[in-house]
DNA sequence: CGGTATATTGAAATTTCTCAAGGACTGTGG
DNA sequence: CCACAGTCCTTGAGAAATTTCAATATACCG
């Protein structure tokens, strides 16, 4: 397989741009193996909408074709180190790879119906459910890569980079998370979020889990099933 | 071809939801012949997320699994054409319906994008920005389906409709399109949308069509490539 | 230690919503 | 043909949510 270790970058004035260095297959894809990203778009006066975050596990589907005509870009928090695979390899022979084939098969599902649950999750909802259903979706998400302990888990993320995904000021994201608190549903602290009262959060978001197809995506554990690169 | 005639439905207290009657294929698809539908959410308090319209030709991957799943409906909009096509026997032999097959690739690229340029557009415009993209990517749409004359175009959706894709209510829908109308950018009266200024509402809008992957969809016309089913 | 990015809080400004009322259009039954 | 009901459109005025601006505090890094 084709392991094709990548650049893990800096943080600086939110997410950096992953460049497709070298001589990438035409169809490969992006594997997020540690670290976080994200999809975003730029619009004028500096205005960012992150579509998507990217946990390590997560496959993007980085078509060269997909990122140029999608317009948006894929870019990381902090350092990430990330792989990029063959899409042929993987579909010619699936059961070489039943971990990463069944990961595309999660990512295909998912992507779709992630994206539409985003557009439910910024338009109809107020920016305190809507802080609350992203947290429970990311914590969701990380559980299942086994990235969680109790109801702790990290987020290398700023309340400006929260804010540039829910469309909501990282003022407000800051008097929102602090309601949180106050109501004793969860805590972000220093990229430590903790989860206080789970089922109050889940009630007050509307979350539910069904549009992340859990069962299709089974335990993935990237750093148990893949070997990485070091970066 | 299995071409099963679907119902068409009444318009009452927005859209319609498709029920999938009889034994359609566990993968079938959902192609609009006729008429307008839209994939929606239903939240809490009867607020509806409309997630995208779905226009003559559109292709809508209304396999059951992602209906139930993905935790939306797809409904109509006034009397609507369908038609369920089975999706392996048009993979199968994609010769023989070269049309369709172009109209899936097409829909398989563009769902994704549109979903996301959604967020973006709920997520990072303005009222009237908002309302000015959606106009104009209905417009490209129906143009390219040849359902548009000079720069009018039949949009059978009320306030309300355009409101819950928007995220805007009803009354500020009004609103903006009262100014759009004075500002000579286009007019939307009794479901006919004239686009007065195309450039400008690009402009305003920040509408870059490349999101549509319109070089993918060549002219389908619904009308001319299939046998529609009277319904 | 200084410099930079991030977090926190207050107050004013802005956008958008809700409520309310009247007008326009459509179809139905008498 | 008219009256009626229902939905949609239109406009105003006050209310609510969120943003912006501004100032300070805190943490991190060389």
Redo the contacts with the bound molecule.
């Keep these: 397989m084709t392991l094709r270790s990548a650049l893990s970058a800096q943080?600086?004035?939110?997410s950096n741009q992953i460049s497709v260095a070298g001589t990438s297959p035409a169809n490969g894809v992006l594997i997020i193996l540690n670290g976080f990203a994200c999809r975003y778009k730029v619009l004028h006066a500096g205005?960012r909408q992150i579509l998507g975050y990217l946990v390590p596990g997560d496959i993007c589907g980085l078509r060269l074709s997909t990122l140029s005509r999608g317009g948006y870009y894929v870019g990381t928090f902090g350092p990430t180190e990330t792989a990029i695979l063959s899409l042929e390899r993987i579909l010619s022979c699936p059961e070489l790879y039943p971990n990463l084939t069944r990961a595309l098969q999660w990512s295909m599902l998912a992507e779709e119906s992630i994206a539409r649950e985003w557009v439910t999750n910024v338009g109809q909802?107020?920016?305190?459910?809507?802080v609350a259903h992203l947290i429970c979706e990311m914590f969701v998400r990380l559980q299942l890569v086994g990235l969680t302990h109790d109801n702790q888990c990290t987020l290398p993320?700023?309340?400006?980079?929260?804010?540039d995904a829910?469309?909501?000021?990282?003022?407000?994201?800051?008097?929102?998370?602090?309601q949180l608190r106050l109501d004793g549903l969860a805590t972000?602290?220093?990229?430590e979020l903790v989860l206080t009262d789970r089922s109050a959060l889940h009630r007050i978001a509307g979350f539910d889990s069904a549009y992340l197809h859990l069962q299709a995506r089974s335990c993935i554990r990237p750093s148990t099933n893949i070997t990485a690169a070091s970066a």
């Design positions: 943080r600086r004035h939110g205005r909802r107020t920016a305190y459910e809507r993320l700023t309340q400006r980079d929260l804010g829910l469309s909501l000021s990282s003022v407000h994201v800051n008097r929102v998370l602090r972000f602290h220093h990229s």
